[in-house]
Structure formats: structure tokens, C-alpha cells
T-cell receptor
């Protein structure tokens, strides 16, 4: 599968500030990347699909103005959590797919804590 | 609503035995099915995926798919303590163009 690099691994920020998370596909040109969120003791929930050169597609219930996604190149997608609040504290994970029959590879994840 | 169901466990299995993990899904149009392993605090690691009815084997792991029953399973032979983790079943609906729908995971404990 693809090699996916995500950083930072963890970040602590103050309530009301913004945080940017980067996801890089190191060996595969990804026109599509996916962003997930995982709360403690829960499963991964798809937040949005990041499309290179176009707007992201957000899942129902995910605020697009709060979770800004930019996919400016075939190797980089960023997720910015704007005006973060404690309830945004979660594990954010990006993913790259080389096609459903090749599996989806996940980044190492970013643990966000908003204080 | 597309759903993936798993028994949350914990499922406790003696070392060396076969661990059997099960998953059902609601969307008959689902195309590909994945098993991921997730250790606490880490991101998921792909174990294997399957898209045709029947069995698929990879080392100690066997995935089984029954589309008529909308059922996917994962067998782990010769279970090792290092297999202790949460196992996530995930389903894809549009052949890679969309993300995955995950089950809540089964917590597997291999007892030495």
C-alpha cells in the first residue's frame, strides 16, 4: 500500500485557536484522501473526502466551516480545525486509497487536545 | 443508513487457539470489505481485504465473505499475545472513490 505521513502526532492548543494537520502521500499521487475522527472507545468516523484541486466533500453533521480541508497537490492534504473547542479533542487520522482492491492506508494519526 | 455491526467484546482466546471475529453490514451494494487491527492509541493497520464471496487466506489470517448473508469474518489461527488488539471491520461502497464505514470494533485478548 501507499506510504502516508501525518503530522503532528499530537498537539495541545488553547480553546479558540486553530490547528493545522498535514497528511502526505509519500509514494503515490493521491487525487483523493480521506479524513477520519475517532473519539475514545469509539470507532473511526469518516469526516470528509479531500479532492485534489476541488472542494472537499463533507459527511453529514460535519461543519465544513470549522474543519477546513485543502488538497492543493497530489501528495498533500491539510485539515485545519478552526476555533477549536474542548469537544473537538479527538484522534484525527487521514487515509489514502489506491483503489478499493488495494486497500486503504492510514496515517499515524494526530491526537488533538483542546484546553 | 449504511451500518457495520461488530460484537465489541472483549473476546478472550487462549494462546495458540483460533480467534473468530464476525461482522455484518447493512448495505447490499457494498463492494469491498476490510479488516484492520488497531492497538491502543495507534492508527489502524490493514490485515487483509476481500471482495469476492468465499475465503481468502494470508498467513495465519483467513477472511470469509458471504454477500447473501451480508456477513464477513476473520479467523486468526495460532493466536499470539501480540494479536491482542481491537479489530475493526470496514466496508467500502463505491470501489475506492469513497471512504470506509467502520464497525465499532471487537476487542480481542489472547491469554498466554
Amino acid at each position: 500500500g501507499a506510504v502516508v505521513s501525518q503530522h503532528p502526532s499530537w498537539v495541545i492548543c488553547k480553546s479558540g485557536t486553530s490547528v493545522k494537520i498535514e497528511c502526505r502521500s509519500l509514494d503515490f499521487q493521491a487525487t483523493t484522501m480521506f479524513w477520519y475522527r475517532q473519539f475514545p472507545k469509539q470507532s473511526l468516523m469518516l469526516m470528509a473526502t479531500s479532492n485534489e484541486g476541488s472542494k472537499a466533500t463533507y459527511e453529514q453533521g460535519v461543519e465544513k466551516d470549522k474543519f477546513l480541508i485543502n488538497h492543493a497537490s497530489l501528495t498533500l492534504s491539510t485539515l485545519t480545525v478552526t476555533s477549536a473547542h474542548p469537544e473537538d479533542s479527538s484522534f484525527y487520522i487521514c487515509s489514502v486509497s489506491q483503489g478499493a482492491r488495494y486497500g486503504y492506508t492510514f496515517g499515524s494519526g494526530t491526537r488533538l487536545t483542546v484546553v | 443508513q449504511k451500518e457495520v455491526e461488530q460484537n465489541s467484546g472483549p473476546l478472550s482466546v487462549p494462546e495458540g487457539a483460533i480467534a473468530s471475529l464476525n461482522c455484518t453490514y447493512s448495505d447490499r451494494g457494498s463492494q469491498s470489505f476490510f479488516w484492520y487491527r488497531q492497538y491502543s492509541g495507534k492508527s489502524p493497520e490493514l490485515i487483509m481485504f476481500i471482495y469476492s464471496n468465499g475465503d481468502k487466506e494470508d498467513g495465519r489470517f483467513t477472511a470469509q465473505l458471504n454477500k447473501a448473508s451480508q456477513y464477513v469474518s476473520l479467523l486468526i489461527r495460532d493466536s499470539q499475545p501480540s494479536d491482542s488488539a481491537t479489530y475493526l471491520c470496514a466496508v467500502n461502497h463505491q470501489g475506492g472513490a469513497d471512504g470506509l464505514t467502520f464497525g465499532k470494533g471487537t476487542h480481542l485478548i489472547i491469554q498466554p
